[in-house]
């Protein structure tokens, strides 16, 4: 069964330091991926996905299928990405593709 | 568009109480989909339902059932509730295998 993990429960930064939340999967062939964000007291929403290689909120995640990682990356904290983000492949043995959420990582900007 | 909606917001229930949550979407979404959220536990998929007409187990779907009762509604039933069903529950749909699943604002259930 496909497999993914986000080692870390929380990650305290402050503002204007480099942020990477870690993803790891397990999947041998060419997976689909997402990055999910829930503000608080917001409902889930999608942050990125992997196939459209863009930069959302200055954002952006690489797939490195060598490492079956996709972390999530920002050069630059801001209080406002105070989070909590969920990584999310695609489950290619579910119909209809369903996702497989990690666990989540609270993501604390400091002033 | 009012996107996916889910009522109740929050709902207090006894052991051994019945209730149904209730998600709509006006999306014209094909699959929809019942989670909940615990924490450390990230989000875990109860059921789903490809199309109208059809629903499937997902990862923890004991303990509930569902209706899909036409292309718009998605409903979770829990027969008895237990106190281990206290969690976050939130509705999703989305259009196709790859798209974007759109999310319902979540139902807070506490079962004393």
């Known amino acids: 069964a496909q497999r993914v993990t986000q080692p870390e429960k929380l990650l305290s930064v402050f503002k204007g330091a480099p942020v990477e939340l870690k993803c790891n999967y397990s999947?041998?062939?060419?997976?689909?991926l997402f990055w999910y964000v829930q503000y608080s007291r917001q409902r889930l929403q999608l942050l990125l996905r992997h196939i459209s290689r863009e930069s959302i909120k200055g954002f952006t995640a690489d797939l490195n299928k060598g490492e079956t990682s996709f972390h999530l990356k920002k050069p630059f904290a801001q209080e406002e990405d105070s989070a909590m983000y969920y990584c999310?492949?695609?489950?290619?043995?579910?119909?209809?593709?369903?996702?497989?959420f990690g666990k989540g990582t609270k993501l604390s900007v400091k002033p | 568009n009012a996107g996916v909606t889910q009522t109740p917001k929050f709902q207090v229930l006894k052991t051994g109480q019945s209730m149904t949550l209730q998600c709509a979407q006006d999306m014209n979404h094909n699959s929809m989909y019942w989670y909940r959220q615990d924490p450390g536990m990230g989000l875990r998929l109860i059921y789903y339902?490809?199309?109208?007409?059809?629903?499937d187990k997902g990862e923890v779907p004991n303990g509930y059932n569902v209706s899909r009762l036409n292309k718009r509604e998605f409903s979770l039933r829990l027969e008895s509730a237990a106190p281990s069903q206290t969690s976050v529950y939130f509705c999703?749909?989305?259009?196709?295998?790859?798209?974007?699943?759109?999310f319902g604002p979540g139902t807070r259930l506490t079962v004393t």
């Open positions: 999947y041998s062939g060419s997976p689909e």
């Open positions: 999310a492949p695609l489950n290619y043995g579910g119909s209809q593709g369903n996702l497989i």
């Open positions: 339902s490809a199309s109208e007409g059809t629903t």
């Open positions: 999703a749909s989305k259009a196709g295998v790859s798209y974007e699943q759109y």
